[in-house]
T-cell receptor, first 111, second 113 residues
Framework: DAKTTQPPSMDCAEGRAANLPCNHSTISGNEYVYWYRQIHSQGPQYIIHGLKNNETNEMASLIITEDRKSSTLILPHATLRDTAVYYC????????????FGTGTKLQVIP | NAGVTQTPKFQVLKTGQSMTLQCAQDMNHEYMSWYRQDPGMGLRLIHYSVGAGITDQGEVPNGYNVSRSTTEDFPLRLLSAAPSQTSVYFCASAGEGSNYEQYFGPGTRLTVT
């Protein structure tokens, strides 16, 4: 079973911020939260990851709650090219293990 | 860098045939994995490898074999294709130098008739 829970779909108006939630209530202390997105049928693309502090890069921001049981991916100014399926997963950053992808959130950016 | 490459892009097999899906990466990543994605579904892990000579099973390993003789290559073998193996197959790699973020290939669309 996936370790994360995400809403199946969301809409966002073009130019507005898209806030994608993820629940990971069973995350352990040394597991990171990673976000990927999959545009159409391409291979998934890494967006961002974090442990407990908020993170920002050129693509997005990641807000992790203090208890680390949930997080939010923020696309500050959504464009039509951000229409994709967004996956939130948890994994150890210090090594590799079986990584489970759920079904993600289908984000539709509306003109 | 070419990143992660997969061949072929498309393949049609008849039930019972065997074939090998190729995956290669040029980033010197120690970790490689194979996923399948069925329509409307997320990715399911088939097999993965943590280094040359080391492989392990994922969620859905039945009907597939892998080997890792070099760091660069991680082929996936279908032993006797079945219609249930019709899917899109993605290969991915990850390494310490990239914070273990996974780099995915473009995928192979396999149809088994």
């Amino acid at each position: 079973d996936a370790k994360t829970t995400q809403p199946p779909s969301m809409d966002c108006a073009e130019g507005r911020a898209a806030n994608l939630p993820c629940n990971h209530s069973t995350i352990s202390g040394n597991e990171y939260v990673y976000w990927y997105r999959q545009i159409h049928s391409q291979g998934p693309q890494y967006i961002i990851h974090g442990l407990k502090n908020n993170e920002t890069n050129e693509m997005a921001s990641l807000i992790i709650t203090e208890d680390r049981k949930s997080s939010t991916l923020i696309l500050p100014h959504a464009t039509l090219r951000d229409t994709a399926v967004y996956y939130c997963i948890v994994q150890y950053s210090g090594g590799y293990q079986k990584v489970t992808f759920g079904t993600g959130t289908k984000l539709q950016v509306i003109p | 860098n070419a990143g992660v490459t997969q061949t072929p892009k498309f393949q049609v097999l008849k039930t019972g045939q065997s074939m090998t899906l190729q995956c290669a990466q040029d980033m010197n990543h120690e970790y490689m994995s194979w996923y399948r994605q069925d329509p409307g579904m997320g990715l399911r892990l088939i097999h993965y490898s943590v280094g040359a000579g080391i492989t392990d099973q994922g969620e859905v390993p039945n009907g597939y074999n892998v080997s890792r003789s070099t760091t660069e290559d991680f082929p996936l073998r279908l032993l006797s294709a079945a219609p249930s193996q019709t899917s899109v197959y993605f290969c991915a790699s990850a390494g310490e130098g990239s914070n273990y973020e996974q780099y995915f290939g473009p995928g192979t669309r396999l149809t088994v008739t």
